[in-house]
């Protein structure tokens, strides 16, 4: 499949909803571009993924977006304000965990907590046993593992009930079971129509809780829609390798057997070896075949199927998969 650069999927929701709209976003560094041209826009209640490789402007994006840098170019709205202009007005409706965060190192994290924690803040102590770190309240900033710092920065980013959620590496440095927690909270933000803008490198991670992801490349939209309209777009097809043995009378009937299954695209031999490819749904249709004949099914069966890091690998490279 080609995997030449696609004009970004059109969006179907109403303009009217969009929660984040850029035009033109443009910033360089010391002549550097880091974002050319940026256009994107992120709906109320999804949870957006900006996914790509480092230096795709991710962050400098999402940091033009809080008011923390100042583009050259183009035009920003966040929940309707200019992040620059309006600056205190759209912090107090956003939440935002970032990859260079801080706090002082002597500060406790019951002290942080009560610092960030507004009027009609969350309950604190709940957020913190969320997110494991209730047992820690009394620690200060300096004492925490790098894990620990990462629950406390999304507990403070989730603590006054934002309408826009901005996580940069979500879980970056967490272990399994702290990384389901943090899955699990940005799902609950989404049942309760939180908007979330998610910068990650864990593809996984994008094609589970995202809505939509946008894939950059030095500082342009690539492409974007659903993680499984990307995949289809540029991850190639799914592939069923496994050893038949069969005679030379037979081997070209099991090719046109399998080569008349729904979803699959071509069937190849090389030796004993049997090459399925096709859709996704194929994969069910060679497994029915195989259940069906009388023989065992094959020891060496194997399934490679089409994800979103095949997809970005193919995109960022212009190759074919």
């Keep these: 499949m080609s995997t030449t650069t696609t004009a970004p999927a059109t969006q179907t929701t109403a303009v009217s909803d969009a929660v984040v709209t850029v035009r033109g976003l443009t910033k360089s560094y010391g002549g550097q571009v880091v974002l050319d041209r940026l256009d994107l826009d992120v709906h109320a209640g999804e949870v957006v993924g900006l996914i790509g490789a480092n230096g795709a402007g991710k962050t400098t994006a999402v940091e033009c977006l809080q008011g923390l840098r100042r583009p050259d170019a183009g035009r920003m709205r966040v929940l309707g304000l200019d992040p620059l202009q309006d600056a205190q007005r759209v912090r107090s409706q956003i939440g935002s965990q970032l990859q260079d965060s801080g706090l002082p190192d002597r500060m406790r994290v ?63 440095g967490l272990d399994p079971a702290a990384r389901r927690n943090v899955w699990a909270a940005v799902e609950e933000l989404r ?24 894939a950059m490349r030095a500082g342009q939209v690539l492409d974007q829609g659903t993680p499984a309209e990307l995949i289809a777009r540029h991850a190639g097809q799914a592939v069923v390798r496994f050893t038949l043995p069969s005679s030379d009378d037979t081997a070209a009937g099991v090719l046109q057997q399998l080569g008349r299954l729904p979803h699959v695209q071509s069937v190849t031999r090389t030796d004993d070896v049997v090459t399925v490819r096709g859709d996704r749904e194929a994969i069910a249709h060679v497994g029915a075949w195989l259940t069906a004949r009388p023989d065992p099914v094959p020891a060496d069966l194997d399934v490679h199927l089409p994800d979103l890091e095949a997809a970005l690998l193919a995109l960022l490279t212009g190759g074919t998969r």
Excluded: W
Excluded at 142 to 154: K, N, P, T, V, Y
Excluded at 191 to 214: F, I, K, Q, S, Y
């Design 191 to 214: 049942r309760t129509g939180v908007t979330v803008l998610l910068v990650t490198h864990e593809l996984t991670e994008a094609e589970a809780l995202c809505d939509r992801v946008v």
């Design 110 to 172: 019951s002290e942080a907590v009560a610092l960030f924690a507004g009027p009609d803040a969350a309950d604190p102590a709940a957020l913190m046993e969320q997110f494991g770190i209730g047992h820690r309240a009394r620690t200060p900033f300096a004492g925490l593992s790098g894990g620990e710092r990462q629950r406390l920065f999304l507990v403070l980013a989730l603590l006054n009930r934002p309408r826009l959620v901005i996580l940069d590496e979500l879980t970056q």
